[in-house]
């Protein structure tokens, strides 16, 4: 009798029924962005998210000139 609830188990496993009940993926929150830097070529504001996890230097990609600059926490308008 064992052998046979063994056998479901191991049949169900390689099924892939037991995973049926997929999660569906839903939006993601967004972060909001809660500081600026200022472009050091075209002067665009560049948006950063959360500052307080950043380090003393750090890069950001500016969209409007497609440069990337290193900026420092003093740069950081917020």
Same mark, same amino acid.
């Given at each position: 009798? +064992? @052998?046979?609830?063994? %056998? $479901?188990?191991?049949?169900?496993?390689?099924?892939?029924?037991?995973? %049926?009940?997929? !999660?569906? $993926?839903?939006? !993601?929150?967004?972060?909001? /962005?809660?500081?600026?830097?200022? =472009?050091?070529? =075209?002067? $665009?504001?560049?948006?950063?998210?959360?500052? /307080?996890?950043?380090?003393?230097?750090? +890069?950001?990609? =500016?969209? /409007? =000139? &497609? +440069? !990337?600059?290193? @900026?420092?926490?003093? &740069? %950081? $308008? !917020?």
């Amino acid at each position: 009798m +064992s @052998y046979v609830i063994i %056998l $479901a188990a191991a049949v169900l496993l390689s099924t892939g029924a037991l995973f %049926l009940y997929r !999660r569906q $993926a839903g939006e !993601r929150p967004q972060q909001v /962005a809660t500081g600026t830097v200022s =472009c050091k070529k =075209c002067g $665009a504001r560049i948006f950063v998210s959360n500052p /307080a996890r950043l380090q003393h230097e750090f +890069s950001v990609k =500016c969209v /409007a =000139c &497609d +440069s !990337r600059k290193l @900026y420092k926490l003093v &740069d %950081l $308008a !917020r």
